[in-house]
Each structure stands twice: as structure tokens, then as C-alpha cells.
């Protein structure tokens, strides 16, 4: 089809206008990605890379294994000693054989961490932990307003920051209700004051437990 020469000015601003439209979606950005993982390899927000990248550091010496095998294969080796356990998951709710295996681990000296947003079952009922209900977690937006978040920070004053770090609130409000004062640490709080990391004596070991 030929073009009249009247008409090419306006066929080349519309050919130019979509090359520049496909140029400003192919370097736009991709979205952020908010879904959870907590995979090793995931980079997105909610996956693991950074903290098990980190674990040579915090550790140094130490040698570092990841498991992917339910806790009480890797608490068939009764005489281990000196070791951290560390799971990392959005529930922790161990079955009664597994919580007694896991007790019997950090009563012989070793150190038990668990991260997770739900803390149930066996284990949290021999520690005394009742955990309080929290918005389901929601999705960061743009503009979200202050108030639907939510700071958390250390009780120790050596490891505060200047300012609480600030999570949305469905992600960062879950919290402790219920716990043994007895044996029990509280290590950080949210800006309300309510307790989301505690570390309980357990023998000649401790369990730490963080909801965020």
C-alpha cells in the first residue's frame, strides 16, 4: 500500500510513538514479587538467600548444613552437642514424637532457633507458648499508610536500632500471649511492647523462637 506523502508524517509519529512505548515496558522494572518461599536459591523479599548466605558469618568456623529432611532423621544422632538447629519455615508445628526429640536435642546442650509466622503444636505446648492471631499477611502497596505497619525491634539497648525496623502489619504482628516466665527471655518486642522473640532455658540448652 502506498502512503501519500501528506500522510507519512503522521504514520512515521505513530510508528515512533510505539517503538517508544515498547522500549518504556521492556525497561520498566518488574514488579516485586511478594509471594513466600524461604527457599536458599529465592532472592525475592520472602526467600532465603541472604539468610543463608549470612550463616558463615554468624557462625564463623562452624560448618553449615542444610537439611531438607524432617527433624527427626537428623536427631537420629543422639550425641551431638554444640550445635545449632535452625528452621526457618511460615508454620512450625512438629508432631509429639518430633517436639520430644527436639527437647531431648536442646536439653543436651545444643541450641534450637526457629523462625516462623505460626508456632503450634507439641513443642509450643511443652514450652508453655500460646501465640496471638495475627491480620492475615498482607502485601506491601504503594501509598500504604502508616498506620498498616508495624515496628519491631530488640530489647537488648545495644542491639537497637535508632528507629524499629517497619514491616506491614499482617507481616510483623504476630506475638506472644502466653509464655513460662520462669525460663523464659524476651529479646525483641514490636512498637506496641509485645513480645515476638524469646529464648527459653531448656537444660543445658535454649530454644529460640521468633515470629517475624
Avoid: C
Avoid at 529465592?42 to 554468624?58: H, M, N, S
Wanted: net charge negative; no cysteine; proline share 8%.
Amino acid at each position: 500500500m502506498r502512503i501519500p506523502p501528506q500522510d507519512r508524517k503522521y504514520v512515521i509519529i505513530l510508528v515512533a510513538t510505539l517503538l517508544l512505548a515498547v522500549a518504556a515496558e521492556w525497561m520498566a522494572p518488574e514488579p516485586i514479587d511478594w509471594s513466600w518461599s524461604l527457599e536458599r536459591d529465592d532472592t525475592r523479599p520472602y526467600g532465603a538467600t541472604i539468610a543463608y548466605d549470612v550463616l558463615p558469618d554468624l557462625f564463623p568456623g562452624a560448618t553449615v548444613d542444610a537439611r531438607t529432611v524432617p527433624p527427626y532423621l537428623v536427631l537420629r544422632d543422639t550425641s551431638a552437642t554444640d550445635v545449632n538447629y535452625l528452621f526457618l519455615s511460615q508454620t512450625f508445628a512438629p508432631d509429639a514424637v518430633e517436639a520430644r526429640k527436639l527437647l531431648a536435642f536442646a536439653e543436651r546442650g545444643n541450641a534450637l532457633f526457629i523462625s516462623a509466622a505460626s508456632v503450634r503444636g507439641a513443642l509450643a505446648d511443652s514450652l508453655g507458648l500460646t501465640v496471638g492471631a495475627a491480620a492475615p499477611i498482607a502485601l506491601p502497596q504503594p501509598g500504604t499508610p502508616e498506620q498498616d505497619s508495624l515496628g519491631i525491634t530488640f530489647v537488648n539497648p545495644t542491639l537497637q536500632a535508632d528507629n524499629a525496623w517497619t514491616f506491614p502489619r499482617g507481616a510483623a504482628g504476630r506475638h506472644f500471649t502466653a509464655f513460662d516466665t520462669s525460663r523464659t527471655t524476651v529479646l525483641g518486642v514490636d512498637e506496641e511492647g509485645r513480645a515476638n522473640y524469646v529464648r527459653i532455658d531448656a537444660g543445658g540448652g535454649q530454644i529460640f523462637v521468633h515470629l517475624v
